[in-house]
Nanobody
Framework: QVQLVVSGGGLMQAGGSLRLSCAAS????????MGWFRQAPGKAHEIVAS???????YYTDSVKGRFTISKDNVKNTVSLQMNSLKPEDTAVYYC??????????WGQGTQVTVSS
C-alpha cells in the first residue's frame, strides 16, 4: 500500500506563502489522483485541491488563483503552493492518494496557521 509523507506547513502572516509537499512511497504514475483536504477548527473537512493522472486539476473556490497544485512523477511528490494566505486558510492539511487499486490513502496532517 502506498504511504504518504507530508512536509511543509507552519505559521505565516496573512499575505505570505507556504508550500506543502506530499511524497509517495511508490511511483505516482500508478495513482489516479492525489490532492489535499483541510480541516479547520469547528468546520467540516473540505477538499482544497486535487490533480489526476492526466494533470487535470481541481480547486475549491476559496483558493482559486491563490493555490497551485502540481506533481512530479520523477520525485513521486505532489505539492501545494499556497500564496496570498488568509487567516481563513488556517487548518490542518492532509494529503491523499487514490490508488488505481484499493482504498484512498492518507498522509499525516500538517498544521497551517495564518495570522492576521
Amino acid at each position: 500500500q502506498v504511504q504518504l509523507v507530508v512536509s511543509g506547513g507552519g505559521l505565516m502572516q496573512a499575505g505570505g506563502s507556504l508550500r506543502l509537499s506530499c511524497a509517495a512511497s511508490e511511483p505516482i504514475v500508478g495513482i489516479t489522483a492525489m490532492g489535499w483536504f483541510r480541516q479547520a477548527p469547528g468546520k467540516a473537512h473540505e477538499i482544497v485541491a486535487s490533480i489526476n493522472w492526466t494533470n487535470r486539476t481541481y480547486y475549491t473556490d476559496s483558493v482559486k488563483g491563490r493555490f497551485t497544485i502540481s506533481k512530479d512523477n520523477v520525485k513521486n511528490t505532489v505539492s501545494l503552493q499556497m500564496n496570498s494566505l488568509k487567516p481563513e486558510d488556517t487548518a490542518v492539511y492532509y494529503c491523499y492518494a487514490n490508488p488505481s487499486r484499493g482504498d484512498r490513502v492518507w498522509g499525516q496532517g500538517t498544521q497551517v496557521t495564518v495570522s492576521s
